[in-house]
């Protein structure tokens, strides 16, 4: 049981150029969501799924795209990186434990630089 | 929207000592479930303590327990018998009660443990 995994761990890309962020759980789990980190800004919600074939916006979603097409994997594009998506990113994926209480577990995160 | 304020960007806490970190939120649901996550310099996400808000017994995990008031919306954390690997960040987060739902974070505060 690997939990969440990430890859890669560290990226640096020009702007302009996309990428994927991988992120897989081995744990079955539906709820799967992607955060970004950046410094004083807490963990911000860029997009998360309920399942296999569902996915929804968060609070900053704009030049990300996401695709659930198994319950294992989420992976995060950027299309056309940007220097404002310079960040470290966090997959999350969470299963329920009773009457709706769950539990969120998160990756080892992924540091991405846009020069 | 739920708000999540964590008002104190940095505290320090001698070694052996109690520290209590502040978090209030905003919400206007009457069922939903309050965290504590902790970042240390590995930027792993690790949880601390849950709390769930129709439970009106404050959540203990060893040393680390919450002073939960409701009617306030405050969910404190306080460290007893702090230790050198307590030095991290701490993410106060909500999320509603539907069981599939995305964490909102506070900003965080920095805990430095002195020796």
């Known amino acids: 049981n690997a939990g969440v995994t990430q890859t890669p761990k560290f990226q640096v890309l020009k702007t302009g150029q996309s990428m994927t962020l991988q992120c897989a759980q081995d744990m079955n789990h539906e709820y799967m969501s992607w955060y970004r980190q950046d410094p004083g800004m807490g963990l911000r919600l860029i997009h998360y799924?309920?399942?296999?074939?569902?996915?929804d916006q968060g609070e900053v979603p704009n030049g990300y795209n996401v695709s659930r097409s198994t319950t294992e994997d989420f992976p995060l594009r950027l299309l056309s990186a940007a220097p404002s998506q310079t960040s470290v990113y966090f997959c999350?994926?969470?299963?329920?434990?009773?009457?709706?209480?769950?539990?969120?577990?998160f990756g080892p995160g992924t540091r991405l630089t846009v020069t | 929207a739920q708000t999540v304020t964590q008002s104190q960007p940095e505290m320090s806490v001698q070694e052996a000592e109690t520290v209590t970190l502040s978090c209030t939120y905003d919400t206007s649901e009457s069922d939903y479930y309050l965290f504590w996550y902790k970042q240390p310099p590995s930027r792993q996400m690790i949880l601390v303590i849950r709390q769930e808000a129709y439970k009106q017994q404050n959540a203990t995990e060893n040393r680390f327990s919450v002073n939960f008031q409701k009617a306030a919306k405050s969910f404190s954390l306080k460290i007893s018998d702090s230790q050198l690997g307590d030095a991290a960040m701490y993410f106060c987060a909500y999320s509603r009660n539907s069981g599939n739902t995305p964490l909102v974070f506070g900003k965080g505060t920095r805990l430095s443990v002195i020796a």
């Open positions: 999350a994926s969470s299963r329920l434990l009773d009457r709706d209480s769950y539990e969120q577990y």
């Open positions: 799924s309920v399942g296999a074939g569902i996915t």
